[in-house]
């Protein structure tokens, strides 16, 4: 009918192609971003993932150097290495102090101190830098080797020269078989030195010096350690404080002296390790609390003291871990001097490398000939092997061994704990400190947080719902749901900030009044409803709707002022007036400020909003003709509330809790400041916790970037990241069943 | 023209002569006296006075926003729910004013039950939509529970087809299922009348006439009121029609009078489609 015309035609052509174009490119933009965000969340997901990677990545060790030592001064005995593990040094069996240049085998120093005599025992102490050897004629020697270098360029040796840092004699005609040397933290210099005949000396040497006279003074003391057993002692060693000495059995028993007084030695205890085996090396792991024991059958254990009230020293020998084992004698153990890391030797040359907490045998050494010596370098970071062939230098790249998945969550025994337990510790005073990295407390702490914010929350919320929804005047909703909502914006450190230093001492100090005026509430309420009921239906018709709310104001009001006022009263009578003697008293329980009812109060304040907002909509959107279908059966609006709405929005109810137990495991300003972050694994309502996000941010400044507390930081962090995915996934997925679940109806 | 020989065909196939005879001697069960209702300050419903026989079908008529609907949610005080309706005059049950102040308006929906335009089954079993009623009235015994919600089912002829699958969700139910489902639920409360808004509207044509069938088993034993689009089915379903026009009551009477020979022009022109 219509004719086209020819401009028709003409703007048809020309309009459909910019049309076309706008088209694709909202549809590209549409993709690109839609695709960018899952991509961004999922590259989130691959950095955290990433930076943990290095955590299960198992040690490697690495050649780096070996060298051939001459043998015109004897063989080597002992090996050190410096901390740059550039020089390699040792005693020979003639006893000469060597040093040598690792890159090029050239000989930096030497000091023949006996060249008459030959060597009995010897003995490398890495993390001083020291050597202690003794001779057949009964000398004890502590040399200390002194590296000097450009401070700029710690690769560029100026020289090496070797102290003579202690020096003893022992009784005439005696041989010492073991000797045990080390530079202690007083600045003296303790020697252990155990006889042919199976006695134990201990030498003890420390120069003061008078700072106003400038006079140097030497205390010397020597002495045998008494012995009450008919034992034969096989194997000592010495801790780095000079405080005791530890010596094994043929029995297999450990004893121990207090050597704090170096001229009156005590015998301590002696704690059967082992029956029947005969230990062959002992040594203290590093921070002194453990020691690691080797026996002739080639077993490797660790001891450690713990607390024991019962005992008359106040302290017990206790079993902690079990080794791998040998195939033969164990010759010698050599801890790391920065970690719990130790190395055994056994005769047929094999070196395994362990690691204490985990009681993971990481690597083994391995030599082109028979080992026969290996120590750690000073940083822990390398070994210094001495086999037949001479000297080899390793690295081991073992960032991380403290970390494993039994430690993360798993019960674990550390040094003097007397049980194995769940413990997060990450940081000590000292560097000999063990690290404790146990998740779960704080995956607890996480738990019992929300659920004591939801405990709170949940019901408040959803009564609240429910009411809005359901039973409010349409205008109270109006006023009810925007305000809940703006409790959302609050920022929570504010409500944090509030929790901690207003809310907790409040609490504190008026919990029994708090806790009366919370049960008041509810009981109070119900008269109320009951007297708004006698009220003649005509007055109460008359009244603009939600009056009835306007009346439970000053109720709450007088209600509260009632809970104050019988809370004193009520604590009198019922607490003895002091119901935190009575709460410590009768059931055991220590009340923290900071504890669990303030969390759940703040935090619950916190996920209020959210839970209240999407129950709501979820009650509001089920279908109007359900409700009329139901009323028009009979039903009250209670009823059809309870048995048709109820039922129908409960999806969208269970994901507004499940949205709001995400939020609550991921709020972390809240239970930072109102949990007194005590990793703690109780459930009482008056202790504290530590959450997964409070965790990592009371850490970070504990953290140095890319070690093990950082990267265990990670791990908790994608734990959460995956714990708050999965949650508000699966509330995702409960919606979108609801919905199409309505579109049905 | 065409219109009105049509439909004087379908009344003459589907009336039974006796049955207009026993009309007359049929008891008023609904009286409505002086009805005004306003929603707010718009006036609904005007001056609506009717009374409705007992144990018959009564159709409302009329075009969009006439007021049928609300009038027929009076009857059961389905209004009460929505805010600022007001109304005056006198709505009697069997007698008894339901708007009295005595009268409880959840009592009163359970005598007087309602079938609504789009069926509205509970998101639970078949079982449990016909069980809710009784449920709601405490009854908790599963055999007596058993027997009203089988007895339900037979009376809303859905028996046979869903008795092997009582536990099944309402929802899987065909759309004429689930009207008829919706019929049964109402049944299970022993109600005295039925108010049925549209109840077909939405169903196809052999479900519309199941449903049909049904009001005319029903009407032995409850008081019908349907408001229906549909002229053809108030033609073949009821016994008195009342044709509503912009909140009035423009005409009543028995259904073969209505549409053979309204006395009313406005009537005529709605039912020959004039208007509307």
């Known amino acids: 009918m219509n004719k086209t015309t020819a401009s028709d035609v003409e703007r048809n052509t020309l309009t459909q192609p910019s049309r076309r174009l ?135 040796i100026r020289g090496v020269s070797f102290k003579e840092i202690g020096s003893f004699q022992v009784p005439p005609g005696i041989v010492i078989k073991k000797v045990v040397g080390k530079q202690l933290r007083d600045g003296g210099i303790g020697t252990a030195a155990l006889s042919d005949g199976g006695e134990v000396y201990y030498f003890h040497s420390r120069t ?119 195939s033969s004698r164990i010759e010698s153990i050599t801890i790391s001097p920065r970690s719990k890391s130790f190395l055994t030797l056994s005769t047929d040359g094999e070196a395994l490398l362990h690691y204490q907490t985990t009681a993971k045998t990481l690597l083994q050494v391995e030599t082109p000939s028979r080992l026969q010596f290996a120590a750690f370098s000073p940083k822990g970071d390398g070994i210094i092997a001495l086999s037949n062939d001479g000297v080899t230098a390793f690295r081991i790249d073992n960032p991380h061994p403290e970390v494993s998945m039994h430690i993360l969550f798993g019960r674990v025994q550390y040094e003097g704990y007397a049980e194995p337990t769940y413990t997060w510790q990450s940081s000590g005073g000292t560097d000999d400190f063990e690290p404790k990295f146990s998740l779960m407390p704080l995956l607890f702490g996480t738990m019992k947080g929300a659920f004591y914010a939801l405990l709170f929350a949940l019901p408040l919320a959803l009564f609240a719902a429910i009411y809005t929804a359901l039973f409010a005047h349409p205008k109270i909703k109006n006023v009810v749901k925007p305000t809940v909502e703006i409790m959302a914006a609050l920022p929570s450190v504010v409500i944090g900030f509030i929790a901690a230093l207003w809310f907790a001492p409040v609490l504190e100090q008026s919990f029994v009044a708090i806790t009366t005026t919370a049960v008041l509430i509810p009981l109070s309420v119900l008269p109320g409803i009951v007297l708004w009921k006698l009220l003649p239906a005509k007055l109460t018709h008359r009244l603009p709707a939600g009056s009835e709310l306007l009346a439970i104001f000053p109720s709450l009001i007088l209600i509260g002022y009632a809970g104050y006022l019988l809370g004193p009263w009520i604590e009198q009578v019922l607490f003895d007036g002091n119901y935190r003697q009575w709460l410590y008293e009768v059931l055991g329980v220590t009340y923290d400020q900071r504890n669990s009812i303030v969390v759940g109060f703040a935090m619950g304040f916190a996920v209020i909003p ?80 530590r959450t997964l996000s409070a965790n990592i941010a009371v850490e970070i400044p504990e953290a140095p970037h890319l070690g093990t507390l950082y990267r265990v930081l990670f791990v908790s962090g994608l734990l959460l990241f995956l714990f708050t995915f999965v949650i508000n996934t699966v509330a995702e997925l409960i919606r979108q069943r609801l919905r199409q679940r309505y579109s049905t109806i | 023209m065409e219109i009105v020989t049509e439909l004087q065909q379908t009344l003459a196939e589907t009336m039974v002569p006796g049955n207009l005879d026993t009309d007359r001697h049929s008891q008023p069960k609904i009286v409505v006296d002086e009805l005004n209702l306003w929603y707010g300050e718009t006036q609904a419903l005007y001056d609506i006075t009717i009374s409705l026989p007992e144990r018959r079908v009564s159709a409302f008529i009329g075009p969009s926003g006439c007021g049928k609907s609300t009038f027929l949610r009076v009857l059961n005080r389905m209004n009460d729910l929505i805010d600022d309706v007001r109304l005056t005059g006198r ?104 108010l049925m808004d549209e109840p077909s509207s ?75």
Not at chain 2, 246 to 263: A, H, M
Request: include cysteine; proline fraction near 4%; aromatic fraction near 8%.
């Open chain 1, 22 to 156: 706008s088209d694709r490119l909202a549809t590209i933009l549409i993709s690109v971003g839609g695709t960018g965000v899952i991509l961004v969340v999922a590259a989130i997901f691959v950095f955290i993932a990433y930076e943990t990677l290095p955590l299960w990545i198992p040690p490697s060790i690495e050649h780096s150097s070996s060298l051939k030592p001459s043998d015109t001064l004897g063989t080597l005995h002992v090996v050190g290495v410096d901390e740059y593990q550039l020089v390699a040094y040792g005693v020979t069996s003639r006893g000469a102090l060597v040093a040598y240049d690792l890159r090029n085998s050239r000989m930096l120093a030497v000091e023949l101190t006996e060249s008459s005599d030959t060597l009995s025992a010897a003995y490398s102490d890495v993390q001083e830098g020291t050597v202690t050897w003794t001779t057949r004629s009964g000398r004890i020697k502590v040399s200390k080797i002194m590296v000097s270098r450009n401070p700029a360029q710690p690769e560029s």
């Open chain 1, 208 to 326: 003061t010096e008078n700072r106003i006279t400038g006079k140097t003074v030497e205390e010397r003391s020597e002495s045998q350690l008494p012995v009450s057993t008919d034992e034969v002692i096989s194997c000592v060693a010495l801790d780095h404080v000079g405080s005791k000495v530890v010596a094994g059995t043929d029995r297999g028993a450990l004893l121990v002296w207090n050597v704090q007084d170096p001229d009156e030695p005590t015998f301590v205890e002696r704690t059967e390790v082992r029956e029947g085996d005969t230990l062959s090396a002992v040594e203290f792991l590093l921070g002194d609390q453990t020691v690691i024991v080797g026996s002739v059958r080639g077993t490797v254990r660790s001891y450690t003291w713990v607390a024991d009230t019962l005992s008359s020293i106040g302290r017990k020998l206790v079993f902690l871990n079990t080794f791998n084992s040998h």
């Open chain 2, 91 to 194: 709505v009697l049950i069997d007698g008894k004013n339901i708007y009295d102040g005595s009268v409880d308006p959840v009592t009163l929906r359970r005598h007087v039950g309602m079938i609504f335009q789009k069926s509205n089954p509970f998101p639970k079993s078949i079982y449990e939509n016909v069980a809710y009623g009784q449920r709601l009235l405490g009854k908790r015994k599963k055999a007596e529970l058993d027997e009203i919600v089988e007895r339900s089912l037979v009376q809303a002829a859905l028996w046979d087809e869903v008795k092997d699958r009582l536990n099944e969700p309402a929802l899987g139910l065909s759309g004429g299922q689930m009207q008829r489902l919706c019929i049964a639920r109402a049944l299970a409360v022993e109600p005295d009348i039925l």
């Open chain 1, 610 to 689: 959210i839970i209240f907002t999407i129950s709501e909509d979820a009650l509001s959107s089920v279908p109007q003709h359900l409700t009329a279908g139901s009323l028009a059966l009979g039903a009250t609006r209670w009823q059809t509330a309870m048995r048709v709405i109820l039922p129908t929005a409960s999806p969208g109810i269970f994901s507004a809790a499940m949205i709001g137990f995400g939020r609550a495991v991921g709020e972390t300003m809240i239970v930072l400041m109102a949990t007194g972050n005590t990793p703690l694994m109780n459930w009482g309502p008056f202790v504290g916790m």
């Open chain 2, 202 to 276: 939405a169903l196809d044509p052999i479900a519309t006439a199941k449903i049909e069938e049904l009001m005319f088993e029903l009407k032995e034993k409850y008081t019908i009121v349907i408001v229906t689009h549909n002229m053809q089915q108030a033609a073949r379903v009821s016994d008195v029609t009342a044709f509503f026009y912009l909140g009035r009551l423009i005409e009543f009477g028995e259904t073969r009078k209505i549409f053979t020979n309204p006395t009313k022009k406005q009537t005529e022109d709605y039912i020959t489609g004039r208007f509307g």
